[in-house]
């Protein structure tokens, strides 16, 4: 069963969709795409996860797929926030565990999230970004700033996005920070991401205290799913531990 939710907060609405198994569970998994993308990509996670039993719920942050607010205004603090309205809506349905999947900037949203709200249990993070501020490092930060438009070759990318996406997200940074998140966290990441280097994610997994590294070998950014392994390794710890 899928059943579409818009969830109201800050005069806004959070659109995602809930996926329910057949039968009773007091576990979900909240599942947070990356940049420039939908909860549609998440779709197949969501049917994955609810043949094996476990329901999710994919929303679309702020700015992305249908959610209406103005995607040049997109920030860490607002996709944060729409986190947390999704925990919050899953509670309020009676759930009690509560997993949370995050891809790329998703994984970063997740952390941050899973740091601040206790009510996460388990988080599973494929290929996230860990370091904010290195996205950056080939991006002519004035020319951001007095433009809105964010060009970035190793990104691929030349869209109109406020600066304050920059200034905003480098609050949510740093290992130190992260050292201090306690659930267990699976993080999946390909060796040849040419995006988010896997040496972020190594860094991760040092600096977590409960952590483990699946690295998939010639997986790239865009292709970490296409084996079977990181799938079903995302079932598997999701079961284990929520």
Not at 56 to 67: L, T
Not at 134 to 153: I, R
Request: charged content about 20%; proline content about 2%.
């Amino acid at each position: 069963m899928i059943e579409r939710v818009e969830s109201e907060y800050e005069g806004r609405k959070l659109i995602g969709n809930l996926f329910m198994h057949n039968g009773s569970s007091d576990s979900i998994v909240i599942l947070l795409h990356g940049f420039l993308s939908s909860k549609e990509d998440m779709f197949f996670i969501a049917d994955a996860l609810q043949k094996e039993g476990l329901d999710s719920f994919a929303i679309d942050m702020n700015g992305h797929g249908e959610d209406h607010r103005n995607f040049s205004e997109f920030t860490i603090s607002k996709a944060i926030a729409d986190c947390n309205t999704a925990i919050g809506h899953a509670l309020s349905k009676g759930y009690k565990r509560i997993g949370v999947f995050g891809f790329s900037i998703g994984g970063f949203i997740a952390l941050n999230t899973a740091l601040e709200n206790k009510e996460v249990k388990s988080l599973v993070l494929g290929a996230p970004v860990s370091n904010f501020q290195s996205l950056f490092g080939g991006v002519d930060l004035k020319e951001w700033k007095d433009t809105g438009v964010l060009h970035s070759p190793s990104m691929g990318v030349h869209i109109k996005l406020d600066y304050e996406f920059y200034t905003d997200g480098l609050q949510y940074d740093g290992y130190t920070r992260f050292s201090k998140i306690k659930q267990p966290t699976l993080i999946i990441h390909g060796t040849s991401d040419g995006v988010v280097p896997i040496a972020q994610s190594e860094q991760l997994a040092h600096s977590l205290a409960n952590a483990h590294l699946l690295r998939i070998t010639g997986a790239t950014h865009d292709s970490l799913f296409s084996a079977s392994e990181p799938l079903d390794s995302l079932i598997k710890w999701f079961k284990a531990t929520l």
